[in-house]
Structure formats: structure tokens, C-alpha cells
């Protein structure tokens, strides 16, 4: 069983930094997806920032440029570095794996095609909450 856990959640200042990071349990695929959402209030959960298994990313807009996602692939750690964080930014955010995913006739990369859509993705963790104050 995946077992997905985050941490370094926080409250910051506008145009602050955080880096959340998310260790995984049980995941072994050889194909796969690890990716960011985010709950702000008032909105439905929405994709920051996928990882797939090939090294490939892939952004939301709203992330592009301030937010980098990253892995360490000897600590089983995903791992999203946001910078220039914005009191719209708050929310609670969630670390999410595919399990074993596996894409056909086609050259474009799992992150680009499924690294934002919601329910491609299996395993979640618990959330952390992040705070920013204008």
C-alpha cells in the first residue's frame, strides 16, 4: 500500500518562500506520475505541478516561474519549491501518485498529458496547509 506524507507546510509573507516535501512508502513503479494539488478556499482542487517517472514536468500557469518540483529518487521525496508566494497561494496542498501509469502511441511525456487532471491519480496524502499574508 502507498502511503504518501507532507510536510513544511507554514505561514509566510508575501513574496516568501516555502518548500513542501513529500516522502512516499510502498512505491515501487517503474511508470508513473507524482504530482502537487492544491485546495484554496472557495475552489476545487487544482494541479501546481507534476513529476513523472522519466524526469519530465509539468506547470499549472498560476506556477510557472515560481514554483519548481523536484525528486530524490534515493529518499523516495517529491519535493515543490514555491517562491514568490502570494496571499492567493494559500491553501491546503496535497502530494498525490498515479501508481503504475502507462501511456501509448504517443512521444509526449505523462507529466504533459496527465500530470494536472485530478483522477488520474491514485494515492494521496493527508495535506499541509499553507499560509500567506499580505
Not at 7 to 25: E, F, I, K, N, P
Amino acid at each position: 500500500q502507498v502511503q504518501l506524507e507532507e510536510s513544511g507546510g507554514g505561514s509566510v509573507q508575501a513574496g516568501g518562500s516555502l518548500r513542501l516535501s513529500c516522502v512516499a512508502s510502498g512505491h515501487s513503479y517503474w511508470s508513473y506520475i507524482m504530482g502537487w494539488f492544491r485546495q484554496v478556499p472557495g475552489k476545487e482542487r487544482e494541479g501546481v505541478a507534476a513529476l513523472d517517472s522519466a524526469g519530465q514536468t509539468t506547470y499549472a500557469e498560476f506556477a510557472k516561474g515560481r514554483f519548481t518540483v523536484s525528486k530524490d529518487n534515493t529518499k523516495n521525496a517529491l519535493y515543490l519549491q514555491m517562491d514568490s508566494l502570494e496571499p492567493e497561494d494559500t491553501g491546503v496542498y496535497y502530494c498525490a501518485s498515479t501508481g503504475l501509469v502507462v501511456l501509448h502511441n504517443t512521444a509526449r511525456s505523462l507529466a504533459s498529458v496527465l500530470g494536472l487532471k485530478l483522477d488520474t491519480y491514485k494515492f494521496w496524502g493527508q495535506g499541509t496547509q499553507v499560509t500567506v499574508s499580505s
